[in-house]
């Protein structure tokens, strides 16, 4: 039982950790807003967090690191993409598994070298099988319905923003998320909602369609730089504002050259800030 217990903690903190939240509560409401969703995409959320954990436990590494969730959260995030962007055949649920493996090996390699790696071993994989299922054209993407954006309002867009994070385009996901991860950590949930806000505002300046603004595709990078780098210092807000305005431009450009972003704007403005922290006085990191 004891056993048990220590699985069902570390799978949910582990999806917890999508947004840095090392809260097994946060990673629950994270499942329970993917369900409300997608039962699939719960499904594959589960079993690719699993997969991700069963890996880390076999190749026998730091079981703190796996207990912290680790080596669950790329894994999570590229069952939950496979399922989002595919139709969940046979082939699918083969390469989620592959590919959650794949992850938390890659996510050890980062965490050796001590390199802040965040969900690139997400992105990395996602995007070779993106390239792959594409180039292939025998899977196709699944039917979801159309969702009206009609009267959409700031409050339903940072919502959105929130819940595409984890694929979800729900208002109800994405005020799951917010609560998820503001049982955790209050200032970060605040400045999440704030770069929310302040991505959506800089869409709306470069001209992007509203549809896509009001859906949250160009806030959820925003969203997880303000949660990384929130704080109570005034220079956090600083980080926070910079690497917010640096996702959003990064995302615009990713999305007017037809690229598969994902998380990679949060990953790139992220190591930017770091690096831009870095060179500074320490008085000022």
Known sequence: MEKINL????????IGQIMLQENP????????????????????????????????????????????GLYGFSATLVGVALTFFFKPEFIIWITIIIGSALAAIVQNVFIRRKIPA???PFILVTWV?????????VIGAPV?????????NGLATVARGFGEVIFQGSIIAGILFILAVFINSPIAALYAIAAGVISAYLSYQFAEPDADIHMGLFSFNAVL????FSGFRVRDGIYVLFSIILSTLIDVYMLKMGCSVLTFPFVAASWITLLVKKFLPAEYR
Do not use: R
């Not at 699985?7 to 582990?14: A, E, H, R």
């Not at 979801?144 to 959409?152: D, F, I, N, W």
């Not at 730089?225 to 990384?228: K, L, N, P, R």
């Open 7 to 14: 699985y069902l903690k570390t799978v949910l903190t582990s």
């Open 25 to 68: 509560w946060t990673g629950l409401l994270f499942l329970i807003g993917i369900f409300y969703g997608s039962p699939i995409m719960g499904i594959a959320a589960i079993l690719s967090a699993s997969v991700g954990l069963i890996t880390a436990q076999l190749l026998k590494y730091d079981k703190t690191e796996i207990e912290q």
């Open 118 to 120: 965040f969900t690139l």
């Open 129 to 137: 099988c993106l390239y792959v299922f594409h180039n292939l054209d």
């Open 144 to 152: 979801t319905p159309a969702e009206s954006l009609v009267g959409e």
């Open 225 to 228: 730089c303000a949660i990384t």
